[in-house]
């Protein structure tokens, strides 16, 4: 159907009586600029969007009308909440979509409720994807309430084609799909849907294109995830991720550590650098340096006092790494390093490309070498095949590895995987029955190496007033280990002394020692 000229314009007909055609035609090629072109454009949109509403009274009748002009008078159209599933990357990639929406002219909504509300998918089980069908189906009888609103959708779940025609067909109130590879392009699509006045849908297969210097956002002041690479290249035989998030691209090394000395000079003292595989960073750029290197170089920048970093493949874990964690006093010792299983015959029928064998001199030699390191990791349970042997073969692991903690999952078939296909899928109550032996043998392993720094005085970092009593902060060790003391918000971000006093299971008791 063709809209009338004026219908797509409702704006304001002298500044924006352009055709689509045009507004395309001007925006500029290269990127970010092509971006900021169309925030600045979207945001001139939702202006006159909200003095219109303003002018009929449904401003007014949405957010009261005294908040109404406060907003109008802080240059504020509208409010937004983005609910994020998965994993690391996904919340990173929501605080990028978050300064987009905020550039725009969007507020975070306090309570659910919101004039723009995005799903930030994951589809690593089956279960992150179910959970997003039922939230949708909430949010679109509120949106049948108030038409007003904006239902958008994006990562992980959207780069499988099976899920975007379910969600063309039952889910016709979503406003705008898009995928993990475009998220920058957020601005540039909401112009599109607002002239286009039906679903807009721009999922892209692949790209080897990284998009630097968008707008920023963190969701602490004193902390932030910083992406040194996308994609995977591993294709481990049960997971999607390599198939939703495309191929292995680095960073270039200037781009990160100009962002982490942004970051310093903004007031952040710990980094977290992230990756599918960070162990094998830099291998494809023009100029290869290794992930060790990169440690090194940020280590040098003033101001950041913690580097952590996710996640390590155990095939690719040099000494160089270890020896970079042993020396250093800026990288934390923690390190998660996911085993999936402990059975040399499953990790091959995973294509894990480590023995169990492999596995375990790797995890001896890194304690031996970083004695206080702490050690989590990733287990799956009944993948296509396993016997009791092999999952007798991960009891064992945990057993001799001993992990601080472990997450452990149930193994999801996922459509495309070489996995999906394997015949031999363990009977729910076998994996069933795993799950709940390996969860109490990780408990109990957890439990007995943690609580060793008791009675020490400890490095940390105060992240907030404690959420039940007020009197207390909470805060992180280096390993992670969190730590509860007197104190009060004007710690927060800051790094400080604290005299472990008790070990209540996964958690301290401590004083500040001044
Ligand atoms: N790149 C990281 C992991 C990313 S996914 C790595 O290689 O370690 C996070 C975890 O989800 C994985 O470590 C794995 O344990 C789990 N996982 C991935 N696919 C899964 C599946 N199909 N079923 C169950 N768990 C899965
Ligand atoms: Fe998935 Fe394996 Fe890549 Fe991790 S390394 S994201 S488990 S394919
Ligand atoms: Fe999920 Fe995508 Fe992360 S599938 S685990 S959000 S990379």
Redesign the pocket.
Known sequence: MELKREEIFRYNPQEFCRPYDEVIAAAPDKEPERQYYFMQYARTLLKADFEEQMAKGAAAARYGEEKAKEMLSQGIYGTFKINTFGCQMNAKDSEKLTAILEVIGYQEAEGEKADFVLYNTCTVRENANLKVYGRLGQVGTLKKKDPHMLIALCGCMMQEPEVVKKLKTSYGFVDLIFGTHNIFQLAELMVRRFHQRKMVVEVWEGTDQIVENLPADRKYPFKSGVNIMFG?N???SY?I??YVRGRERSRKPEEILNEIRNLAADGVVEVMLLG??VNSYGKTLDEPITFAQLLRQVEQIPGIERIRFM?S?PKDLSDELIQVMKESKKVCPHLHLPLQSGSSRILKAMNRKYTKEQYLELAFKIKKEVPDISLTTDIIVGFPGETEEDFLETMDVVEKVKFDSAFTFIYSKRTGTPAAAMENQVPEEVVKDRFDRLLAKVQEVGSSVSGREIHTCQQVLVEEVNHQDPALVTGRLGNNTVVHFPGDASLIGKIVDVEMDEFKGFYYMGHKID
Do not use: A, K, S, Y
């Open positions: 995977c591993n294709f481990c997971c991720v390599p599918q595989n996640t493949h």
